[in-house]
């Protein structure tokens, strides 16, 4: 298995280098991060007590253990995702990895948020779990990188679990992007020029799935430009980021000549602009 994606696109060449303003999101408030759904409902008994005077349990009898089993298993994908991060490993096919790692950190800080003592008594009832010990560990290391000091209350620990989120969804982005990138490529041929017959057609014959499949390239255009923001964006090593910039390149073309052809004109001068400003001022020699 290749070690990088292979986008082969072609260079982008332009030696006019030019500062431009930083333009608006269309959709500031949308998250890069996966929905994450922990209705962790109780698994209580169907049937009610009739006549022996037992109270009936409820969910939230059964929530702490429903919390124990989610975070043993949730910590292994907690592992998996720190170890491709450690490994600069954001690759297509990692998408669901990353994702399944989000859930289980947000699993962690709700825990926290919910009722910080439950966590405690979670944390020793997990003591000799290696997982979720490591994943302990490395959140709190990493909480002590940043400032100076291993997180002793509540709202350290919450703030350290934060951290690793932040990571995490740094990583999951990353990933997207190339998973993206790998995609747009139907949308251009052997030359490197977009196909725009294939676009005009996708808006004749598969108007609401189009509208769909380019609004979802609009999201990944502004994660793309919010990770550019971090300075954290390099996707494979060595290439310091060159493929987010041709991301944004390539896709701004693509959605220029969709919204110019759906008549939407406020995202298609956009776009353009976008894409303009791109190609001239991000360029990797």
Do not use: W
Request: net charge neutral; charged share 30%.
């Amino acid at each position: 298995m290749s070690d990088f994606d292979s986008f082969e696109f072609d260079s982008i060449n332009d030696d006019d280098l030019s500062s431009d303003k930083d333009y608006p999101l269309f959709d500031d408030d949308s998250s890069a991060s996966p929905q994450i759904n922990n209705n962790n409902k109780g698994s209580g008994d169907k049937f009610e007590a009739v006549s022996n005077g037992v109270k009936r349990r409820t969910s939230a009898d059964f929530s702490p253990d429903m919390d124990l089993l989610l975070l043993t298993a949730q910590s292994s994908m907690i592992l998996e995702g720190m170890k491709l991060i450690s490994q600069h490993d954001f690759k297509s096919v990692n998408v669901a990895a990353f994702a399944e790692a989000l859930r289980g950190i947000d699993l962690y800080i709700k825990i926290i948020q919910r009722n910080p003592a439950t966590y405690k008594k979670l944390a020793s009832m997990l003591s000799k779990d290696i997982d979720c010990m490591e994943v302990q560990k490395i959140t709190f290391n990493l909480y002590k990188s940043v400032y100076d000091e291993l997180p002793e209350s509540d709202s350290q620990k919450l703030r350290a679990f934060e951290l690793i989120k932040d990571t995490i969804q740094n990583a999951y982005c990353k990933s997207t992007i190339s998973l993206s990138l790998l995609d747009i490529k139907k949308y251009y041929l052997m030359t490197g020029d977009p196909d725009y017959s294939k676009i005009k057609n996708v808006i004749l014959t598969r108007e609401d799935k189009g509208a769909a499949e380019f609004l979802k390239l609009e999201k990944h255009v502004d994660m793309a430009r919010k990770l550019l923001k971090t300075g954290n964006y390099e996707i494979n090593k060595g290439m310091k980021g060159r493929e987010i910039n041709v991301f944004v390149v390539k896709t701004s073309l693509i959605l220029n000549y969709y919204y110019s052809e759906t008549n939407v004109n406020n995202k298609s001068v956009f776009y353009k602009k976008l894409h303009e400003n791109f190609k001239k001022y991000f360029v990797v020699k």
